[in-house]
């Protein structure tokens, strides 16, 4: 947002830089108080209370998030009134301070301005979200589920715009999260709310969750199935009540999907089950396209273990046409697979002339630890 664009920062040396917007002296004169403050994270009430009544908005903005970024609860009381202000900027920046502030205190008048006829910016609506999110308590998820579930009395439109922010920051609220009023927003038209649910849901390990992830290893948004890929690991299933087999057999399945990205966060998670039986599937990524996964494939490899990981770890640590990121990942891996071979090996890592080879040796050796 504009106002958000426009903060000042202090130069290395203490001069004060300012957007070419706020060069009138005035400006200089108001702003530089608060950026001082917010530099030292020092609570001036007489300072902070001049510039929320600045009648500049630029300067009531900049209060606004210095207020936040102190973090001094004495502040609430001083943003509260700046979510009626004129500007829609000011009210943003309100939103988003209450949200570095996580005060409860402010969640009423919070919820209270949401709901409140008159009108308030797509990028308040989005702020005000995510505040309630990062604040928590009781009272902001029963807000936040009521809205989620249509059950609130914010007008329509305004809730539309809610529901996005909502869904991605729902993880915030932790073990209160109002999982139960996300779910149907899993099978929404929209990729883009889609996608914000499983990564709330999958984050969380919601124990209701299990279906939704297994069913974005399949969706056609390419997103949705890096996403699910991400989260379906061994303790997600677990507490999502999957059945491992199932787990797997949909995550080997997805090792030979189109999307790198996809198959990247495949590989770590099918890692996580440490199971060699699915050692010669990801070898096989040692030969894939795309560097990364590649990468990727040798580094799971370490938790996988089993005879042919170690082999094919060994080998690729002669091989002259893999890259040193491979080879580095193959060492560390080694060392997670057979600590024997590794130790045998990384003695001609410590002994290279190169720096980075040392490095990378010692801090395999770490990874034992």
Known sequence: MLQRSLLLTFASFGSLILPLAAQDPAQVEALAPLLMAEDRRSFDPVVLAHGVNDPDPLVRGTAVLTIGRIGDHRGTQLLVPLLSDRDMGVVANTFFAFGLLRDTVAVDAVIARLRAPDSLSADAVDEAATALARIGGAGAARFIGAVLSGTTDMPIARQTLFVPNALADGWRLGALMPAQAMLHFANDTSTDLRW????????????????????????????????????????????????????????????????????????????????????????????????????????ALGNVRGSAVTHALDLLLDRRDASWAMRRAALTALARADTAVFARRSATWLASGAFRDRIAALQAWGTLA
Not at 225 to 240: C, G, S
Not at 258 to 264: F, K, N, T
Not at 280 to 290: E, F, N, R, V
């Open 196 to 299: 914000r649910t499983l990564s709330t849901l999958g984050r969380l390990r919601i124990p209701t969750a299990g279906p939704v992830v297994l069913r974005g290893m399949r969706d056609p948004a390419p997103s949705l199935r890096e996403t699910a890929a991400r989260w379906l690991t061994r303790p997600f299933a677990d507490t999502a009540g999957l059945a491992a087999v199932a787990a797997k057999t949909e995550l080997v399945r997805a090792l030979n999907d189109d999307q790198p990205g996809v198959r990247i966060n495949t590989v770590g998670s099918l890692a996580t089950f440490n199971d060699s039986t699915v050692a010669g599937k990801i070898i096989q990524l040692l030969a894939d396209g795309d560097p990364n996964v590649r990468v990727a494939a040798v580094s």
